[in-house]
């Protein structure tokens, strides 16, 4: 669909270090991110859109076509608005009854074409084909799009992100005014992203979203100044909240983790803040009784910490993410495996203590694990493969990526596993084309990563067209993928998306 300023099929898309950004428009509002997903996902993102610029006066007569949904696994990270000329209405922001939007009848030349421009049944069932990025954009255009657009059901699953400077608007005089929040309310946003906040700008934040004592679900900090008394008043106002994202914080203490955190969380993820260590567990342990899920990076938890956690703990946790926990070895993986037994999911990346002996005691105990991570465990070796393979049954997807002592034997192993649909094996330095062969009878995969493998080659990486399941296959700086090879897969798994 064409923009009406340039005629541009769609805002540009610019990769950098991962994200998909909309450039930044003058006021600081323009930027989204998209920061999960595979690279295939993002590369998927950033294609024109499948939809046609115009559309056909028949797609009034077929309200029965299905329409694809955004509601999938992918989490999205979506600033609520993208900057406007002043003729269009900001998205994201409350817009004054002064101004002035584009309309359809100006766009458009015939009655008819004018009719379907503003239709809201063909409205509601379009727009279900963009990117949030696009909705974004599109939201703009004029009042009956952003009419339709700002309904929440296009807005289930994405997380606004917001930084310090784009909460506030300067005035003439040079006095600072923090923003309107208001369209951000319409869409029912129930999560934030806050980067690199003060305690007074939460405050801020709480006053001037209407949603926010009671809307709010989920709430990510990232490099921020919050101090123990912000994350305690951020609680405390905000009865909401159960999930809570503490990422880069280093104001903060383990005394703030006593003092503020409540019951009603269910998921925590902290990482990156110097100032967790043993002590903070004990107060996640004693005070979030009805913890599903904890994601921790901390470079000073030791073994004794893994301890703390209650019975009640053990019954409702099914999600534990250990991430560069340096200082965990085997022993404080017998404490997980006793106090935490029904994890079905589990990551152990980065923990480079850990050993074949570690491994054995999780696919001993943890028989419900659907997803297992072992990435950057340089100590990992074959023999963990082994007992990965006889016991954990029920897993779907397991993480290898810079485990630089696995061999083809190892793979060999994992060959038995019938259940397994997801398997990484970035940068397995010993990984050879015989060990490739073993991988060709599992019917059930459907992502395989080999980016970095550096043995493997043309000749073996070919073989893999026999796994005509495969959804997705990863060859990024992989000698032996070619772009023959790349021409022979695409006529051969032609469903396969393949990263070069």
Same mark, same amino acid.
């Not at 004054?96 to 009719?115: A, I, K, Y």
């Not at 923090?178 to 405050?203: H, M, N, T």
């Not at 000749?459 to 993928?481: H, I």
């Given at each position: 669909?064409?923009?009406?300023?340039?005629?541009?099929?769609?805002?540009?898309?610019?990769?950098?270090?991962?994200?998909?950004?909309?450039?930044?428009?003058?006021?600081?509002?323009?930027?989204?991110?998209?920061?999960?997903?595979?690279?295939?996902?993002?590369?998927?993102?950033?294609?024109?859109?499948?939809?046609?610029?115009?559309?056909?006066?028949?797609?009034?007569?077929?309200?029965?076509?299905?329409?694809?949904?955004?509601?999938?696994?992918?989490?999205?990270?979506?600033?609520?608005?993208?900057?406007?000329?002043?003729?269009?209405?900001?998205?994201?922001?409350?817009?004054?009854?002064?101004?002035?939007?584009?309309?359809?009848?100006?766009?458009?030349?015939?009655?008819?074409?004018?009719?379907?421009?503003?239709?809201?049944?063909?409205?509601?069932?379009?727009?279900?084909?963009?990117?949030?990025?696009?909705?974004?954009?599109?939201?703009?255009?004029?009042?009956?799009?952003?009419?339709?657009?700002?309904?929440?059901?296009?807005?289930?699953?994405?997380?606004?992100?917001?930084?310090?400077?784009?909460?506030?608007?300067?005035?003439?005089?040079?006095?600072?005014?923090?923003?309107?929040?208001?369209?951000?309310?319409?869409?029912?946003?129930?999560?934030?992203?806050?980067?690199?906040?003060?305690?007074?700008?939460?405050?801020?934040?709480?006053?001037?979203?209407?949603?926010?004592?009671?809307?709010?679900?989920?709430?990510?900090?990232?490099?921020?100044?919050?101090?123990?008394?912000?994350?305690?008043?951020?609680?405390?106002?905000?009865?909401?909240?159960?999930?809570?994202?503490?990422?880069?914080?280093?104001?903060?203490?383990?005394?703030?983790?006593?003092?503020?955190?409540?019951?009603?969380?269910?998921?925590?993820?902290? @990482?990156? &803040?110097?100032?967790?260590? =043993?002590? +903070?567990?004990?107060? *996640?342990?004693?005070? #979030?009784?009805? $913890?599903? /899920? !904890?994601?921790?990076?901390?470079?000073?938890?030791?073994?004794?910490?893994?301890?703390?956690?209650?019975?009640?703990?053990?019954?409702?946790?099914?999600?534990?993410?250990?991430?560069?926990?340096?200082?965990?070895?085997?022993?404080?993986?017998?404490?997980?495996?006793?106090?935490?037994?029904?994890?079905?999911?589990?990551?152990?990346?980065?923990?480079?203590?850990?050993?074949?002996?570690?491994?054995?005691?999780?696919?001993?105990?943890?028989?419900?694990?659907?997803?297992?991570?072992? @990435?950057? &465990?340089?100590?990992?070796? =074959?023999? +963990?493969?082994?007992? *990965?393979?006889?016991? #954990?049954?029920? $897993?779907? /997807? !397991?993480?290898?990526?810079?485990?630089?002592?696995?061999?083809?034997?190892?793979?060999?192993?994992?060959?038995?596993?019938?259940?397994?649909?997801?398997?990484?094996?970035?940068?397995?330095?010993?990984?050879?084309?015989?060990?490739?062969?073993?991988?060709?009878?599992?019917?059930?995969?459907?992502?395989?990563?080999?980016?970095?493998?550096?043995?493997?080659?043309?000749?073996?990486?070919?073989?893999?067209?026999?796994?005509?399941?495969?959804?997705?296959?990863?060859?990024?700086?992989?000698?032996?993928?070619?772009?023959?090879?790349?021409?022979?897969?695409?006529?051969?798994?032609?469903?396969?998306?393949?990263?070069?």
């Amino acid at each position: 669909m064409s923009n009406p300023r340039n005629g541009d099929t769609k805002p540009p898309c610019l990769p950098r270090n991962g994200l998909v950004k909309i450039p930044t428009q003058p006021n600081g509002l323009g930027s989204a991110s998209i920061t999960k997903g595979t690279p295939a996902v993002k590369n998927r993102l950033c294609q024109p859109s499948s939809v046609p610029a115009i559309l056909s006066p028949a797609l009034a007569h077929h309200s029965d076509l299905p329409i694809p949904s955004l509601a999938t696994p992918l989490s999205l990270a979506v600033l609520g608005g993208v900057s406007s000329p002043p003729s269009t209405s900001l998205v994201g922001l409350s817009t004054s009854e002064g101004s002035e939007q584009h309309s359809p009848e100006r766009l458009l030349g015939s009655p008819s074409e004018r009719q379907l421009a503003v239709d809201e049944k063909i409205l509601n069932r379009l727009f279900w084909y963009f990117s949030a990025c696009e909705k974004c954009v599109l939201a703009q255009v004029c009042k009956a799009w952003r009419r339709v657009l700002y309904q929440p059901k296009f807005w289930v699953g994405l997380t606004p992100v917001l930084h310090t400077k784009e909460l506030y608007n300067v005035l003439p005089g040079g006095e600072k005014e923090f923003v309107s929040l208001q369209g951000f309310a319409v869409r029912g946003f129930e999560g934030f992203c806050l980067v690199g906040v003060s305690d007074l700008d939460i405050c801020e934040f709480i006053d001037n979203y209407p949603l926010s004592k009671k809307g709010v679900k989920s709430m990510s900090l990232k490099r921020s100044t919050i101090t123990d008394a912000g994350l305690e008043v951020m609680l405390e106002q905000m009865q909401g909240v159960v999930r809570l994202e503490l990422s880069g914080c280093n104001d903060f203490t383990e005394a703030g983790l006593w003092s503020s955190l409540n019951a009603r969380i269910t998921a925590l993820s902290v @990482s990156d &803040c110097i100032n967790v260590a =043993d002590d +903070a567990i004990a107060a *996640i342990s004693q005070l #979030l009784p009805n $913890l599903t /899920e !904890l994601n921790l990076q901390a470079y000073h938890v030791t073994d004794t910490a893994l301890a703390y956690f209650t019975a009640k703990q053990g019954y409702t946790t099914h999600t534990l993410r250990l991430n560069s926990c340096w200082e965990i070895t085997n022993h404080g993986v017998v404490n997980m495996v006793h106090s935490l037994p029904n994890l079905s999911v589990l990551s152990l990346s980065g923990c480079s203590k850990v050993t074949d002996d570690g491994v054995e005691l999780v696919a001993e105990n943890l028989r419900k694990l659907r997803s297992l991570d072992l @990435s950057w &465990c340089p100590r990992i070796t =074959d023999m +963990a493969l082994e007992y *990965i393979a006889c016991d #954990l049954h029920k $897993l779907e /997807e !397991l993480v290898l990526d810079r485990c630089v002592r696995i061999t083809d034997t190892g793979l060999s192993y994992l060959s038995t596993m019938s259940s397994l649909r997801n398997l990484y094996l970035r940068w397995c330095c010993q990984v050879q084309d015989f060990g490739l062969k073993h991988l060709l009878g599992m019917g059930s995969l459907r992502l395989l990563s080999l980016a970095g493998c550096p043995l493997l080659t043309t000749t073996g990486l070919s073989g893999l067209v026999q796994l005509q399941e495969l959804e997705e296959l990863e060859l990024t700086n992989c000698p032996g993928a070619t772009p023959e090879l790349f021409k022979y897969f695409s006529q051969h798994l032609p469903c396969c998306m393949v990263i070069e």
